[in-house]
């Protein structure tokens, strides 16, 4: 048999998070908090379609406090084909960023040589070629699914109407509010997916896992580095987004049993309030993590430093 089976377990897996919105409602703002979050001591790259907008924060207080160490950006200017994107995805990536946010998604898809030009200028009898558009399209989506980044996507977001049939079979046009400019099953491929509202930036889910919910319990919070540090810590199989103490001192053991870089990656997760549920276990913790250190390192190596957390 070629296949190895063996019991599932909690693995590390990248994020793949949308957000949509309307123009000023804070889509790339919104971004680089969470990929502050995100990327915890790894770095953040930009991918600015945007004609150089996406430096506009680089000086921003609140960004310049959530990422001390900056960003790193690159530009991308027309044409804004899918394989340009996968590309950039993978320069970014060999560039060593953990997490990147990609400004903006939308032109792939009816920006200048994105799909809806491909389709447009590979006609066949007249007829625009979706089935070429589509499959690079596809292509690219492989691509993001296979990066070991987190990545970000920053959507324009339009009011959509849609025709349906009354009962005496004439055409009704029924708004359906505002929905990504994105091909129809990109949001579906989403960790995560948001649309943030124009005049007050809270985030509306409109794709979430189970488990995350907590995140977004009663009245909608902005997008912070709060939020970006809880989604890492549950990509990496840590901290739960609800504080439930028990689960928290069992995997704080976990981590502890693995080494101090382990343990301090995973206290650098947890909200105040998750750090005071588990402080009673901290100082444990800390020596269990000691332990794990000595036993991994070789022989004649100074002792590691004390923790300072």
């Given at each position: 048999m070629s296949f190895a089976i063996t019991p599932a377990k909690r693995k590390s897996v990248p994020m793949l998070i949308s957000l949509a919105g309307v123009s000023g409602s804070g889509k790339t703002y919104s971004a680089l908090l969470l990929a502050a979050g995100l990327a915890g001591k790894g770095s953040v790259g930009f991918l600015d379609t945007e004609n150089g907008r996406g430096s506009m924060y680089a000086d921003s207080p609140g960004i310049m406090s959530a990422l001390p160490d900056g960003y790193e950006i690159a530009e991308m200017k027309e044409p804004f084909a899918p394989s340009r994107y996968s590309e950039a995805v993978d320069g970014f990536e060999r560039h060593g960023c953990k997490v990147l946010v990609i400004d903006s998604m939308t032109h792939e898809w009816e920006g200048h040589g994105g799909c809806s030009d491909i389709a447009e200028n590979n006609k066949m009898k007249g007829t625009p070629n979706w089935i070429l558009a589509k499959r690079e399209h596809k292509r690219m989506m492989n691509c993001l699914l296979a990066s070991g980044?987190?990545?970000?996507?920053?959507?324009?977001?339009?009011?959509?109407?849609?025709?349906?049939?009354?009962?005496?079979?004439?055409d009704q046009f029924v708004p359906i509010g505002l929905q990504p400019i994105q091909e129809k099953n990109f949001t579906f491929e989403?960790?995560?997916?948001?649309?943030?509202?124009?005049?007050?930036?809270?985030?509306?889910?409109?794709?979430c896992p189970e488990p995350l919910l907590p995140l977004f319990a009663g009245?909608?919070?902005?997008?912070?580095?709060?939020m970006g540090r809880k989604l890492r810590a549950w990509s990496e199989g840590g901290a739960p987004a609800e504080e439930n103490p028990d689960v928290l001192f069992k995997?704080?053991?976990?981590?502890?049993?693995?080494?101090?870089?382990?343990?301090?990656?995973?206290?650098?997760?947890?909200?105040?309030k998750q750090k005071k549920l588990l402080l009673p276990k901290h100082d444990e913790n800390k020596e269990l993590a000691r332990m794990a250190d000595e036993r991994?390192?070789?022989?004649?190596?100074?002792?590691?430093?004390?923790l300072d957390y």
């Open positions: 980044m987190h990545l970000i996507f920053c959507l324009r977001a339009r009011e959509k109407i849609k025709v349906m049939k009354d009962a005496n079979g004439k989403m960790t995560l997916s948001l649309l943030l509202e124009e005049g007050t930036h809270r985030p509306i889910v409109t794709k009245e909608q919070p902005l997008v912070t580095k709060e995997q704080g053991t976990e981590y502890a049993a693995q080494g101090t870089v382990s343990y301090t990656d995973f206290w650098e997760t947890l909200t105040g991994q390192k070789p022989a004649n190596v100074a002792p590691a430093a004390g």
